[in-house]
């Protein structure tokens, strides 16, 4: 495990990622759902200045490193992140699973449509695929926690964007029934095809950034934190007394 500005990220594998996953499902009845938050740099800087968000990401149950920025920081840190493990391709994982093992889905959140647009692409490419339901909803809308248990979901993907996703699963973790929560973020829209890719090329060079900010020009201050604002922060923690 490495700590980056004091957020917690877990230096594992996207096999060793995918096991502890199938290892929670085979549980008949979990204490609590088992969270999982894909941190990017952009979490990091938000814990910053939010120190509840900072604490629930000290406890969720698998931090998974989302960011080349991520592993330049613990390189420069002298701490070890030796693989990316993006939330798209892990959503992309947990359907495979759930198909090949007869588990079912929820996908919560984004827009209005787009949770359903999102299971609909995925059922194409997996078409035994339980999808347990589809709703965009809001983290304190009455109901919500009912909705997602009486579907009896075993995994529940939500996109509120962060932190909201990280907190209501981290505050409703004792209440929900589905074994398996991921905090997914845009990745509804990359799957349901209304956010291009970067290239293949410029994602193995961690370029991703400039891509979005050539194609998405309104996340520029997301990009600022990311590129900008996040190394100038670990580089002046490093020599912080």
Known sequence: MSKILKVKIDNIS?????GKIKAHLLID?????????????????????D???????NQTDL??????GLQCAAWFLNQK??????????????CKIATENNYSVFFLGAAEGIAEKAAHRVKLLNPEL???GTYAGTPDEEGIIQRI???EADILLVAFGSPKQEKFIFNNKHQLKAKIAIGVGGTFDYIAGLVPYAPVWMRKMGLEWLYRSLTQPKRWQRIFTAVFAFPCAVFASRFKK
Not at 14 to 18: D, H, L, Q, S
Request: aromatic share 8%; charged share 25%; net charge negative.
């Open 29 to 49: 009845s979990p204490d609590h759902i088992f969270q999982i938050a894909t941190i990017n740099p952009e979490f990091i800087m938000a814990a910053q200045k």
């Open 51 to 57: 120190d509840k968000f900072k604490e629930i990401l």
């Open 14 to 18: 996207f096999a060793e990622t995918i």
């Open 130 to 132: 339980k999808i347990a």
């Open 63 to 68: 931090n998974v490193p989302d960011g080349v």
């Open 81 to 94: 992140i030796n693989e990316r493990i993006t939330g798209v391709d892990l959503t992309w994982e947990l």
């Open 149 to 151: 248990n009486d579907s």
